[in-house]
């Protein structure tokens, strides 16, 4: 056989490889609408965290429906809920009534995705949640399970355990400041972003900090969308605040942490800032965001257990940043209704709820078990504490965003104390000990 014979037959041979590696779908995929704020961070988080989902299970063969390998397609949907409620509803309607998905995943802002919710249980459609925090939202699950049972949470866990892990922070950074400024009391600031799911988390934090043996000096709620906090922070700097909980989920969070660096404000922020988990956020601020404390849910570097650092570093590989907690449509899809569809071998709602609620799996970060109210009845919301999901605390050390936070945590009397592999020491501004 001569050269050009060779060469004829390894093309041959390779296309038919190929052919053989292409999975053979079944007629109709399965299809998953995408919702949430697609100009922002958070939707392109939700949309990102999706495809990455997408591409993995297809990949190997897509997902088991009975005896059926289905694909996943995936219908994007700009939810546009941060500037109109209307659009929201728009876009869930249009997403049931016309792209015809089969479940939904993703949303935002509490005050959208409530509404979103009536129209997905209208229509008994399987809504994962991946952004609104608000308790209101699996509280109508154990209140009327029959119509929002089709709900459930997928990130983040409530504002109650929001706040509390955040408390925890402020312990956290208190303590070390109090021992090395030697101070008699540390001094707090409130301020936090008008959006209806930070109230419960403001009334919590006025009731326990001083129960934390801190003092509260004041509340301030500027615009989630501000972009000149000046006059907030000189407030907060007259007060003789030595920590600011911020409560920030929206783009409020760059310009407060840009001013106060610029400013030099003699207290550490400690709390949430969503722009604060991005990447670009040293940059957004021009450096002036160093030291600033998030909570967090993904940190490169940072290990819950042996699924993270595939999940976080196949991320930033494909999209060139570290993911935000809204890319947890990536844990919907892949850890969450792909395994259910395949156990009970239907894309049937009701059968998928049944499943669904009463499993307990692993996920990049931590573990995911359903909770159930004191009368028994489930929610649909997720259990927060050592074990099964904690968030981190991280902070920004001279252009790189750390974990520091769980280090030695021990959440309760009795419970496990709990390092997660990665984090470094807290660092207190300079300037405060000046």
């Given at each position: ?14 296309a038919?490889?190929?052919v ?19 100009n ?7 949309w ?10 297809n990949a ?8 059926e ?14 500037l109109?409620?209307t ?5 869930m309607?249009?997403?049931i009534t016309?792209?015809?998905v089969?479940?939904?995943v ?5 005050e959208?995705v ?6 997905a249980m209208?229509n008994?459609?399987i ?11 699996c ?23 929001l ?12 303590a070390i400041l109090?021992?090395?400024l ?14 209806v799911?930070?109230d419960?988390?403001?009334?919590a934090?006025?009731g ?10 004041g509340t ?7 972009t ?10 007259q007060?003789?605040?030595?920590l ?8 409020v969070?760059?310009?407060f942490a ?10 550490v ?15 957004a ?27 976080v570093e ?20 892949k ?13 049937d ?5 049944a499943h669904?609620e ?7 970060s ?5 909770e ?9 919301d997720l259990?927060w504490g ?29 419970a496990?104390?709990v390092?997660?592999?990665?984090v ?11």
């Amino acid at each position: 056989m001569n050269v050009r014979c060779v060469v004829r037959v390894c093309v041959l041979v390779a296309a038919a490889i190929a052919v053989l590696s292409v999975p053979v779908w079944a007629a109709a995929p399965i299809k998953i609408g995408i919702i949430g704020p697609m100009n922002f961070v958070q939707g392109k988080g939700h949309w990102n965290g999706a495809v990455m989902a997408a591409e993995e299970i297809n990949a190997k063969g897509g997902v088991l429906v009975g005896k059926e390998r289905r694909k996943i397609e995936l219908v994007k949907s700009d939810s546009n809920e941060f500037l109109n409620l209307t659009d929201a509803t728009n876009a869930m309607e249009r997403l049931i009534t016309s792209d015809k998905v089969d479940f939904i995943v993703g949303g935002f802002r509490t005050e959208a995705v409530l509404a979103m919710q009536d129209i997905a249980m209208d229509n008994k459609k399987i809504f994962m949640g991946a952004g609104a925090a608000h308790p209101e939202l699996c509280l109508r699950v154990a209140k009327d399970y029959k119509r929002y049972k089709y709900f459930f949470r997928v990130t983040p866990f409530n504002s109650n355990y929001l706040v509390r892990t955040s408390f925890a922070h402020m312990g956290f950074v208190g303590a070390i400041l109090k021992k090395e400024l030697n101070l008699p009391q540390v001094k707090v600031a409130i301020v936090a972003e008008k959006a209806v799911w930070v109230d419960p988390m403001i009334e919590a934090a006025k009731g326990v900090i001083p129960k934390m043996g801190m003092e509260v000096v004041g509340t301030w709620r500027p615009s989630a969308v501000a972009t000149d906090v000046t006059a907030e922070l000189s407030a907060i700097q007259q007060s003789g605040a030595n920590l600011i909980f911020t409560v920030f989920s929206s783009s409020v969070g760059i310009p407060f942490a840009r001013q106060a660096g610029e400013l030099k404000v003699p207290a550490v922020q400690v709390g949430i800032n969503v722009e604060a988990q991005k990447d670009g956020f040293w940059e957004a601020t021009k450096g002036m965001g160093n030291y600033v404390f998030t909570t967090n849910t993904y940190i490169r570097g940072v290990e819950y257990n042996n699924l993270t650092k595939d999940f976080v570093e196949g991320y930033y590989k494909r999209f060139g940043e570290t993911p935000t907690y809204t890319a947890d449509t990536h844990t919907a899809i892949k850890e969450g209704l792909a395994p259910s569809i395949e156990a009970v071998g239907s894309l049937d709602a009701d059968k998928i709820v049944a499943h669904l609620e009463n499993r307990e799996y692993l996920v990049p970060s931590g573990k995911v078990k359903y909770e159930k109210d004191a009368q028994g009845r489930p929610t649909h919301d997720l259990t927060w504490g050592p074990g099964y999901l904690t968030s981190l605390g991280g902070q920004w050390q001279d252009g790189k965003f750390v974990g520091v936070w769980p280090n030695k945590w021990v959440a309760a009397p009795g419970a496990p104390e709990v390092t997660y592999k990665g984090v470094v020491p807290y660092k207190i501004p300079p300037w405060m000990k000046k």
